[in-house]
C-alpha cells in the first residue's frame, strides 16, 4: 500500500466518522450533562433541557481519560495494541492511560511531579488516574499491568517521579505483598534514583504493619497509606515529591558549576 493509500485511507474514515456522527472531532463538540445525559455544544456551560452546569471536559476528553491512547496521535487502541491503527505508531510495550490536557513535558508545568498510579486492576487504576488528574499539582499517569518488568519499563520510559502501588495481601498471593512491590521500587530507582514510592494497603492485615515499616526505614519505599487514599494524604505525597525534585536539581546545579 502506498502512502498515498494510507493517507487518503485515513482521510476518508474521519469524514464517515464525522458524517455519522462518531469519532474524536464529534466528540470534541459535545458535553454530556450530568444530570440528564444529554448532549450539549462544547461551548454551552449550562445543559438546554434541565439547565444543570455542564462540566469543563467534552465527550472526547472523558474518553481519553479512560481509554490506552497513542502518544502520536491521540486515538483510543485497545490494550494488546502494538502500533496505533489510525498513525502508525509504534504504542508503549503495555498500557498507559493518560489524561487529555494533562500538562505537557516541557514548557509550562512541566516542573510538576510526573505522577504514576498503578492498582490492581486496570479499571481502578484508570479511575485512579483520572482521580489524580482533578487534584492537579502533578502530571499523572495510569500504569495498566503491575507486572515488575512493565511498570519498571513504563516508569522509566516517562521519567516518573513519584509512584503509587497497590497491595495485595490475600492469602496465596505472593506477587503482590510488600517484598514484592518493594522489588519493584528498587528496580525502579536503579534507573531512577530520585523517584519516590508509596504504598497503598488494606486495613485488615496487622501483621504486615512491621514488614511496612521495616521497608520505610531502609529507604526500600517512601512512605504508604493503609486504607483509601485521601485527596490530604495525596498532596502530602506530591508536595514531598516536589520538594525531592528541587533538592535533586539544586545537587545537580552544584556538580556543573564544580566542574572544571
Known sequence: MTEYDLRTRRALRQVTLLEF???????QRCKLCPECGRANPAQDTHCTDCGAALPEKTLYDFYLSRHRCCPGCGVAVTDYAVYCPECGTRLPKAGVTRRKGEPPASGPG???PRAAVCFL????????ADWLGNL????PLGILSDDCD???WQCTAEKVDLLVLETDFT???EDKDVSARCDIAIEVRRRLPNCRVYLICEDSYPKKQAALDKAVELKLIDGYCIGDLSAQQMRIWL????ESMKAAKRRSSKLGKEEP
Open 121 to 128: 486492576s486496570r479499571a481502578m487504576t484508570r479511575r485512579a
Open 239 to 242: 508536595d514531598e515529591t516536589a
Open 21 to 27: 456522527g462518531f469519532g474524536p472531532e464529534t466528540m
Open 150 to 152: 512493565d511498570v519498571v
Open 136 to 139: 492537579g499539582g502533578c502530571r
Open 171 to 173: 492469602e496465596g498471593v
Open 110 to 112: 512541566a516542573e510538576l
